[in-house]
């Protein structure tokens, strides 16, 4: 293995155990970036300059499961990320439900609302400023009413206008960067973290103007990672719909920030 090579890892937890973590240091002790892919694996590159990269897997015991979901096996790489979210309690809201009472479904699309819901459920659930509606697609009868009337009045969301006509749009699929805009909105549009390089990933070219300090800072604190591929390589997959078991980890990371609470 030399420096520029992608290492692929695999965790094999014994019987009865989950990964719960898993880490990587190189031979002066400096942490790698490690990236989970959809598939199970872990991936990173080698460091310039390093001559080992040391791989370290944290395992708990799953003798028991505090998901209620058949779809979300605890050997899953998104489980955790399911398992916080789920159990995260602020107010009386739990930060995701799933889909059913039994099912999660990790690889379907999550919308607009259902993330400006979720921010709304990591506050408590607070009352919107006003009762104003500036949206002619929602009203009081849609689940997440208040959340994206308190989003929008916060500066959280902001809607679309089309011939002086302004939507939400909160069936509409979110892509990984606008996911990422939403959240760094959230924790206050920092701009500390421009000089990332994008560049560093094969499809950083992708990712538009207006997602690019959100993005940036999304990677550089580890809320949002990215995806790698013998293929092609590691990827941001920019304009790539988010689904709800990458949304579970990426909100898992963002709260442990804490900045938004």
Known sequence: VRPGDTVIYTP????????????????????VSMTANANGTYSFVVPSGATSV?????????????????????????????????N??????????????????????????????ILWNIKGCPEPKTTYNPYTDISSIHYAYKAMLWATQNGYAEGYVDKGVRTFRPNQNVTRQEMA???????????????????AYTD??????????AMRWAIARGVLSGQSSVAL?????????????????????????????
């Open 12 to 31: 094999s937890p014994s019987a009865g155990y989950r990964l719960s973590s898993v880490s990587a240091k190189t031979n002066t002790g400096a942490s």
């Open 54 to 86: 040391t791989v370290t897997p944290s395992f708990v015991k799953t003798t028991t499961t505090t998901l209620p979901f058949t779809d979300v096996p605890t050997t899953a790489w998104y489980y955790n990320g399911v398992e916080y979210c789920y």
């Open 88 to 117: 995260t309690v602020r107010g009386s809201a739990r930060l995701m439900q799933g889909m059913s009472a039994t099912t999660f479904g990790p690889n379907t699309g999550f919308t607009r609302a259902q993330v400006v819901q």
């Open 181 to 199: 805009v939403f959240l760094w909105r959230a924790a206050g549009k920092p701009t500390n973290y421009n000089s990332l390089n994008l560049n």
């Open 204 to 213: 950083g070219y992708m990712v538009y103007d207006w997602a690019q300090p």
């Open 233 to 261: 390589g590691n990827y941001l997959s920019p304009r790539t719909v988010a689904y709800r078991s990458e949304v579970a980890v990426t909100v898992m990371n963002f709260d442990k920030l804490a900045v938004f609470r």
